[in-house]
């Protein structure tokens, strides 16, 4: 008995102190049933409410349908097959207009967009494909009402057009925000009628910057995971501050949806095409007349160079900007106008960018030395932006030449003048196969250094350790382009 009052009062105790420990100790934080301090979720980290955000842009979000008369189609002899119960209806046609000759019809396509009021005189920012080759722009905005809209300017190299409504509403049109401020992994917004579901809101965070996705010579796309789906084309991508940062553009996906990777156009390269689209309805870009590739490491190993960067000269246009300004074929471009260039990507946005007639400080690497050029830039024509594909190359290598007669000269389409050995054959799983290398190529140089047949071709190939990358320049049609071929080791 008395053992069981003894244990009785121990588990009173321990019952006493539990209590104690969880109160008046846990209170002055020598105990936490969240753990230590340091590990209790810290005050603000919370997600961001995007209820005030969407309602205060909404209005400024409208929905953009288009129709394109597409012409007209041919009718069938009997639009149901074989076993259409009307096909004796349709047999007299067929036996006049005659078989597959049916009269066509017209038809129209019609396609949704989005896009967003940018001034109250309703103009509207939106993808240039969402009214491309449109005969009819109609534009719903939040409150139901729709209006016919006008295109004031297009741009299709980074797929931006410019609308206006015929009459502007009531509404605030959205703030313009800094995409160059994006931090990657803030919070983000997007607005749109995917499917035609209107003024539908996801939100994401920036997945990141920078983005070259093939579109042209000027990506520079912002990645997002917040959901774009077809019809978000031409909506706004939103910070928390609700400004706009960028106008989404693409998605990446296998089966047409959403996967979460969607692609914006930075709202401050937009910013830059305005005045232009307004006024004149197309951009004014800047031009500096050269063929340009990446520096892959091997070329930079062949070039000498400390790390592979910069923007590789393959061809240098005739009476262009570049050629006046002393800019030579194998030089690197590192900086222009006093912006680094760290890709080969950067160059065309950098120069598109520049006011036509300024005189800019490009500085080039030739060979070990550093040069500084003044370039003026002049004004880009349509279909003069190329970059040279960067291409991968080999050596000894499973690769056949051949003089360049002036009859093979010919029916390459190249100048008579032209010097150099012509690619006949490549050995398929060679290095020179690996390495892109094409039947027709004609090699131009090989380590910066020219050549005028087939002897001095391999006699430059030998001088070259094994193991080490030979530096290629290579007439293609009508482009040059640098190749970096690395001979196998014994």
């Not at 939100?203 to 990645?223: E, L």
Request: aromatic share 4%.
């Amino acid at each position: 008995m008395r053992r069981r009052q003894w244990a009785a009062t121990a588990a009173c105790a321990r019952l006493l102190v539990a209590g104690w420990l969880l109160s008046d100790a846990g209170a002055a934080g020598a105990i936490s049933l969240f753990g230590t301090e340091e590990e209790k979720p810290a005050a603000g980290l919370m997600l961001p409410d995007f209820v005030d955000l969407a309602r205060r842009s909404f209005p400024a979000v409208v929905n953009v349908s288009t129709t394109t008369n597409g012409g007209a189609v041919r009718g069938g002899p009997a639009p149901g097959g074989p076993d259409d119960p009307f096909g004796e209806f349709w047999e007299p046609f067929e036996r006049f207009f005659g078989p597959g000759q049916m009269p066509r019809r017209p038809f129209k396509q019609k396609s949704l967009g989005s896009g967003f009021l940018i001034d109250k005189r309703g103009s509207i920012l939106t993808n240039d494909h969402v009214i491309e080759d449109a005969d009819e722009i109609v534009v719903k905005l939040a409150d139901g009402t729709e209006h016919r809209a006008k295109v004031l300017g297009r741009d299709k190299k980074t797929d931006i057009a410019l609308i206006r409504i015929d009459q502007a509403p009531p509404v605030s049109p959205v703030v313009l925000g800094d995409s160059d401020r994006l931090e990657v992994g803030e919070w983000v917004m997007a607005i749109g009628n995917p499917f035609g579901l209107e003024n539908t809101v996801t939100a994401g965070i920036v997945s990141a910057k920078g983005r070259h996705i093939g579109a042209g010579p000027y990506d520079n796309f912002i990645q997002t995971d917040a959901s774009i789906n077809p019809g978000n084309s031409g909506g706004p991508l939103i910070n928390l501050r609700g400004e706009v940062v960028g106008i989404n553009s693409a998605i990446y996906s296998r089966s047409g949806g959403n996967i979460g990777i969607g692609f914006a156009s930075p709202i401050n390269i937009v910013k830059d095409l305005l005045p232009d689209l307004e006024s004149k309805g197309r951009v004014t870009r800047g031009w500096l007349g050269v063929l340009i590739q990446k520096v892959t490491p091997e070329i930079a190993e062949s070039l000498g160079l400390r790390e592979a960067a910069g923007a590789l000269v393959a061809d240098v246009m005739k009476d262009g900007p570049a050629k006046q300004g002393g800019i030579q074929v194998g030089d690197v471009i590192v900086e222009f106008d006093g912006a680094g260039v760290k890709d080969s990507t950067d160059l065309p946005l950098l120069v598109a960018r520049t006011p036509v007639g300024k005189v800019v400080k490009v500085k080039v690497l030739r060979g070990k030395t550093e040069k500084i050029l003044d370039v003026k830039v002049q004004e880009l024509k349509e279909g003069e932006v190329r970059l040279a594909g960067a291409e991968k190359e080999s050596d000894d290598v499973g690769l056949t030449v051949q003089n360049l007669t002036p009859q093979i000269a010919e029916s390459l389409g190249l100048d008579a003048a032209t010097r150099g050995v012509v690619v006949s054959a490549v050995t398929p799983g060679s290095a020179a196969d690996e390495a892109q290398v094409r039947r027709g190529d004609v090699m131009l140089e090989v380590n910066r250094k020219p050549i005028k047949d087939p002897a001095a071709f391999r006699s430059a190939l030998r001088a070259t350790e094994k193991g080490k990358s030979v530096l290629l320049l290579v007439k293609r049609g009508d482009s040059t382009i640098f190749l970096a071929l690395k001979r196998e080791k014994p």
